[in-house]
């Protein structure tokens, strides 16, 4: 059986929104740069970015874990229903515009519907083939619900085996087998590890390394460790320069050995944030980190449909004028997405 928690609540760390944020856009930039200029002279290397969206998943995991006492399918039932929104509404965006510009007709159109349907239904990192992919990015939300659910369920059914064999294995055997066989982090449906997806098995990893970043903070709270101002303040520089240290890493790096050093660097700044034994809180306190973060999940899913549009309205912009503006449009456009799903989804709530 689970524990229960000495964390009481699952409120949300404004400087974990912000570094999400941060992350969200650095990873917005290599695709558009991949994409529209056929190059990456900066963050080649921020798909290690995605490792701290599922480290910070698997920590919440084990926080829902400890207070909710829902099963592993409501759980995820659950977590689904929240990205959906968001999620058809990208995909459809895509989807209608590549019709369009490919002069579909309606055959072509079905056609099309029932070659994604995995990817409809969050499935496609699980490694089933024959199928297509059109908003690639959110192979990642695949992989985070779908080894989120096992994670889960192994959690409620015994969280001292899963913390004390499973996990630790499981971090230990990815990432050696990438770093042995593929030489960085960069997977997510090429390869496979032990006949698994790729983009399975670095999600699992990941989130377990975010698990036991939450039993390492949680045991730090219980212990309600006194430090010196001075020990404090050095804490909060070191858990500040982790997290912009693998950003600057992933700007100038990339496809490397250093990966597997700065998801360890994401594990020591994320258990520090949860910990209470630095001041970053109290610096991370406006409202705006947390309005930051919360229009990150939209800006990762409608990234690929914003490169698309400039790919074909303004195919000839400067590097710095291009990066620019697609950020800007990108947070402005999720932003209005974000308050008209939201009015949407309150109406139909109301009217149910």
Not at 181 to 190: F, S
Not at 219 to 246: C, H, M, N, Q, W
């Amino acid at each position: 059986m689970y524990q229960q928690s000495n964390v009481k609540n699952i409120n949300r760390n404004n400087e974990i929104e912000f570094f999400r944020f941060l992350f969200i856009c650095t990873i917005a930039i290599m695709h558009f740069s991949n994409s529209y200029f056929k190059s990456t002279p900066y963050f080649s290397g921020a798909y290690i970015g995605t490792e701290f969206f599922f480290l910070v998943s698997g920590y919440m995991i084990m926080k829902s874990a400890h207070t909710k006492n829902i099963s592993s399918y409501t759980f995820t039932l659950s977590r689904a229903k929240k990205l959906y929104p968001h999620y058809i509404t990208a995909f459809l965006l895509l989807f209608i515009s590549s019709m369009i510009v490919n002069g579909n007709g309606l055959v072509q159109w079905l056609k099309g519907l029932l070659g994604y349907i995995f990817e409809l239904l969050f499935l496609h990192a699980s490694g089933l083939k024959s199928f297509g992919l059109l908003n690639y990015p959110t192979w990642y939300l695949s992989s985070l619900l779908i080894a989120g659910f096992f994670i889960y369920a192994l959690v409620r059914f015994n969280e001292k085996l899963y913390l004390t064999i499973i996990a630790p294995l499981a971090v230990l055997a990815t990432y050696s087998f990438f770093s042995a066989n593929v030489g960085h982090l960069d997977v997510w449906g090429g390869s496979q590890f032990l006949g698994l997806s790729d983009a399975l098995t670095r999600g699992f990893a990941a989130m377990s390394l975010g698990a036991l970043s939450y039993a390492l903070s949680n045991y730090l709270l219980t212990k309600d460790i006194s430090l010196a101002k001075p020990v404090r303040i050095l804490l909060s520089f070191i858990e500040s320069f982790l997290f912009i240290g693998v950003i600057a890493g992933g700007m100038f790096s990339a496809n490397t050995q250093y990966d597997f050093y700065y998801v360890l660097m994401l594990f020591a700044g994320i258990t520090l944030a949860f910990s209470n034994l630095t001041y970053t809180s109290q610096l991370f306190s406006s409202k705006i980190f947390a309005f930051l973060g919360k229009i990150s999940y939209p800006m990762y899913v409608y990234q690929l449909f914003i490169i698309c549009m400039f790919c074909i309205f303004c195919p000839e912009l400067s590097y710095s004028i291009g990066i620019i503006t697609f950020l800007l449009i990108t947070i402005i456009f999720s932003t209005i997405m974000d308050f008209l799903i939201l009015q949407l989804t309150r109406k139909f709530t109301a009217e149910k």
